[in-house]
């Protein structure tokens, strides 16, 4: 029988014994699943197997290219030495000049130590290369940023923030990628005291800016007020403890943070740390304690940012009428929706294939877009407030619902508007390094594009 006959789900066969190689049209199906079946037949032995997404990594994802031409001898000079001469000595004069005469004002550095990848966990720089060059894509993708990947072989946070440092004077700004709490805190808190570019730790505020941009229009389906309602939250790693903050400067009155040891209240002693200490002064006003799906009963918001199944469906039935579960952990989140579509009016999760994905797409390439185009020293909450405005904001009265409180992220709306918001809250709050434009500037600049 012919493997053709035996296999539909193979993107491709490739025959070495054969003067030709057949492409054989297949489904989907893993790689290791596939490799089985071949070999399961008499007289076939695998000798590679490859996918689609192994085929879109080969070499890499990402690639450095020239924006100038070099076909003449003046070109050269100019590009090159000794022309460039006079450029260096241009920002040797006056080191501000690198923001319009470098890469500087539109790149950054995406850093890893690869201690928190995705849901895989510590598996150190090597293996955390794909996922930052896909960040990087997606910086380029949708906020027109150059971003490079830099994945450092150490997870000693002195190690990083010095390193970091070092190489800041070639970037606008940088990114912290998928760095493990509470390592995270220290080294975000130490950048910023030291560099005076942007750092931004996307697992911290992207997630926290989606999550309240899609709590304020949930909100406004279930018509309650943000400071009335009680919220219940799992997870007090980088991403909770940010969204907690966050949430409580739009005005949250009443969070409780869960961990693993249970609520997290001023005085407990099981698995603090100085962050979870902090934190605990900032919220549970009432000092609940106990396991977090007996701490659901009466609450009107849940928000997951933890593991999978830690959620009891008959614990949701417990809240308060029209309910708000944001069950994020990925790739299974804490409570599937299916189990509690009886219980919960809103439902989101971090998945792409349930209504209403909170993904932090929403919100870096727009943030860092903003930041980048003022130049500012770094993103305040101001910022960040902005940021969550802008994208619940692309939601309208007429599409908003109880399966579309979040926008999608194809919508190419989003990051310009978040980057204009962003922009405008680093100007009014003295973050800016570089001048707000006028219209007189605006008109200068049409008619110096228009002479050229």
């Given at each position: ?399 908003l619902g109880e399966e579309y409180i979040i926008p999608s992220v194809f919508n190419r709306r989003i990051a310009p508007e978040v980057a204009e918001a962003v922009k405008a809250a680093a100007y009014e709050t003295g973050v800016a390094r570089r001048g707000r434009p006028t219209s007189e500037d605006e008109e200068s600049l049409a008619t110096l594009v228009g002479?050229?």
């Open positions: 029988m012919a493997i053709s006959e035996r296999l539909t789900s193979l993107a491709r066969v490739r025959m070495p014994w054969s003067a030709t190689s057949r492409l054989m049209p297949t489904t989907k199906a893993t790689p290791s699943a596939s490799s089985n079946r071949v070999n399961s037949m008499e007289g076939v032995r695998v000798v590679h197997v490859s996918d689609r997404t192994f085929l879109m990594h080969l070499g890499g994802k990402i690639e450095v290219k020239s924006k100038i031409p070099i076909r003449t001898r003046d070109d050269l000079s100019m590009a090159y030495t000794p022309g460039v001469a006079r450029v260096c000595m241009a920002i040797a004069e006056d080191p501000a000049k690198a923001w319009n005469l470098t890469i500087k004002r539109n790149t950054i550095a995406v850093v890893s130590d690869g201690s928190a990848v995705l849901g895989l966990g510590n598996i150190g720089p090597f293996a955390a290369m794909p996922v930052m060059e896909g960040k990087c894509m997606l910086f380029k993708e949708f906020g027109g940023i150059d971003a490079f990947p830099i994945c450092l072989d150490t997870q000693d946070p002195e190690a990083i923030i010095e390193t970091v440092a070092r190489i800041a004077p070639a970037f606008g700004g940088i990114n912290l990628e998928d760095i493990s709490a509470p390592r995270c805190f220290v080294v975000e808190d130490a950048l910023r005291e030291r560099i005076d570019i942007p750092v931004f730790h996307d697992d911290q505020h992207g997630t926290a800016i989606v999550v309240l941009a899609a709590l304020t229009n949930a909100l406004r389906v279930v018509d309650k007020s943000i400071d009335s309602v009680r919220i219940v939250m799992l997870g007090a790693g980088a991403a909770g403890v940010a969204c907690a903050k966050i949430m409580l400067a739009a005005g949250v009155r009443d969070i409780v943070l869960c961990d693993r040891e249970g609520a997290i209240y001023r005085g407990r002693r099981e698995g603090m740390n100085a962050f979870k200490e902090q934190i605990a002064h900032e919220t549970n006003p009432n000092g609940l304690r106990g396991d977090v799906n007996d701490l659901l009963a009466g609450a009107d918001v849940f928000v997951g940012v933890s593991g999978p199944g830690l959620i009891r469906p008959s614990a949701v039935a417990t809240m308060a009428k029209d309910a708000i579960v944001f069950a994020m952990a990925n790739p299974t989140p804490e409570v599937m929706p299916e189990e509690i579509r009886d219980y919960a009016r809103i439902i989101a999760t971090g998945r792409s294939d349930y209504p209403n994905q909170i993904n932090n797409l929403l919100a870096f390439p727009g943030v860092m877009r903003g930041a980048l185009d003022c130049q500012a020293r770094f993103v305040n909450e101001a910022m960040k407030m902005a940021a969550a405005r802008a994208i619940a904001a692309v939601v309208s009265d007429a599409e002479a050229i």
